[in-house]
Nanobody, 115 residues
Framework: QVQLVESGGGLVQAGGSLRLSCAAS????????MGWYRQAPGKQRELVAR???????VYADSVKGRFTISRDNAKNTVYLQMNSLKPEDTAVYYC?????????WGRGTLVTVSS
């Protein structure tokens, strides 16, 4: 069973940057579009960025121009570069396939943005 392991979260001040990484236990990236999802306290999980196998990207309006998703199929890793962070970006961030239906959710990585 494929396992997803997210890392790179932390506490950062508003306006700061973080880079998240997601590694899979075996290669799923080469055959699936991948996405970064987030779940803020009291809210539903939402998809914020996705990248196809060909490298095409789509972003939620709330992060467009600030976040960049990328992937390295050889390393079985997908990244999320987050710049100009806002307090409303505070959430647990997860990666998974797009659409869902593949691996189980990992534990996620917590991003906290202070004002």
């Amino acid at each position: 069973q494929v396992q997803l392991v997210e890392s790179g979260g932390g506490l950062v001040q508003a306006g700061g940057s973080l880079r998240l990484s997601c590694a899979a236990s075996r290669s799923i990236f080469s055959i699936n579009a991948m996405g970064w999802y987030r779940q803020a306290p009291g809210k539903q999980r939402e998809l914020v960025a996705r990248i196809t196998t060909a490298g095409s990207t789509v972003y939620a309006d709330s992060v467009k121009g600030r976040f960049t998703i990328s992937r390295d199929n050889a390393k079985n890793t997908v990244y999320l570069q987050m710049n100009s962070l806002k307090p409303e970006d505070t959430a647990v961030y997860y990666c998974n396939t797009v659409p869902l239906g593949g691996p189980r959710w990992g534990r996620g990585t917590l991003v906290t943005v202070s004002s």
